[in-house]
């Protein structure tokens, strides 16, 4: 069992960087693999980004690849999302995500425990 608690989403302007934080509890999730999904208003959930077990392998969305990094401390058990030159279409609530295997995935199927979102909002 793995709980996720998101933190550092806000108000920014685009162009702007920032840099949300996954807290996780239980003894698992250095053991799995997590990610970032988001969701706008009056749009389905996406995926955002994936990082394995041991951080040696992630995968982005096209939409964000370039200007996103995912990167996690296993040893704080702490997911993290830097986000640079943001734009105001990456408006969303951005969501943790763990699963129960090591590898990556892109589907959100295959992400079995999520946290409670955090709000990023880009202004033009």
């Known amino acids: 069992q793995v709980q996720l608690v998101e933190s550092g989403g806000g108000l920014v302007q685009a162009g702007a960087s920032l840099r949300l934080s996954c807290a996780a509890s239980?003894?698992?999730?250095?053991?799995?693999?997590v990610g970032w999904f988001r969701q706008a208003p009056g749009k389905e959930r996406e995926f955002v980004a994936a990082i394995n077990w041991i951080g040696s392998s992630t995968t982005y969305s096209d939409s964000v690849k370039g200007r996103f990094t995912i990167s996690r401390d296993n040893a704080k058990n702490t997911l993290f999302l830097q986000m640079s030159s943001l734009k105001p279409e990456d408006t969303a609530v951005y969501y943790c995500?763990?699963?129960?295997?090591?590898?990556?995935?892109?589907?959100?199927?295959?992400?079995?425990?999520w946290g409670q979102g955090t709000q990023v909002t880009v202004s033009s």
């Open positions: 239980g003894r698992t999730f250095a053991a799995v693999a």
């Open positions: 995500a763990a699963r129960q295997y090591t590898s990556n995935s892109r589907l959100e199927s295959e992400f079995h425990y």
